[in-house]
């Protein structure tokens, strides 16, 4: 793997509480496509489950590493940048880049440590408690009137970032 590319290997991807299994295969898939291999999941409703299997499609390995973590303490422990993704604006948020930047930042700062990238529910995303712990807030720009995206197209848009950068 090319140096530039190895930094990757400080990436966790993070999903927390993910209620979907296609949506944890299918973001293996999308990490996988792009040079990512770390995938934390914070109690998945259900993993593992042949239909996170099925839409890995190949990603296998992604999900036999995967770790499984009760809390999303326990996913960000040790990491020196923790990005949380939201299409939603958020009033407290300290830091909000646009995703192209965070990318930059997440994979500068890899040389230093781990790094994490977020992500939230199907339904709602990252609760505001769980926001409030990431360092970044990170947002994908989109359609202003429908800014929701799938949670594993999500995944493969930061993965394409992080693998640009």
């Keep these: 793997m090319p140096a530039h590319l190895d930094r990757l290997s400080a990436v966790r991807i993070v999903l927390v509480a ?3 299994p296609g949506n944890i295969g299918a973001s293996a898939r999308a990490m996988h496509t792009m040079g990512l291999a770390r995938l934390v999941l914070v109690d998945p409703r259900r993993f593992p489950d042949p239909e996170a299997v099925a839409l890995a499609s190949g990603a296998n390995l992604v999900l036999d590493n995967a770790r499984l973590v009760a809390t999303l303490d326990d996913a960000l422990s040790g990491c020196v940048l923790t990005i949380g993704l939201s299409a939603r604006p958020r009033e407290f948020a300290g830091r909000v880049l646009p995703l192209r930047d965070a990318a930059g930042d997440a ?3 890899c040389e230093r440590g ?6 939230g529910t199907e ?3 990252l609760s505001n408690d769980e926001l ?4 970044v807030v ?3 720009p989109a359609n202003a009137d429908y800014a929701s995206l799938n949670l594993a197209a999500a995944v493969q848009v930061v993965a394409y970032e992080l693998r640009q950068a």
Excluded at 114 to 119: G, I, S, T
Excluded at 132 to 135: L, P, S, V
């Design 107 to 109: 994979v500068a700062h």
């Design 138 to 140: 990170a947002t994908i």
């Design 132 to 135: 409030a712990r990431c360092n």
């Design 18 to 20: 993910t209620s979907h």
């Design 123 to 125: 339904m709602s995303g």
């Design 114 to 119: 781990d790094v994490a990238l977020v992500f």
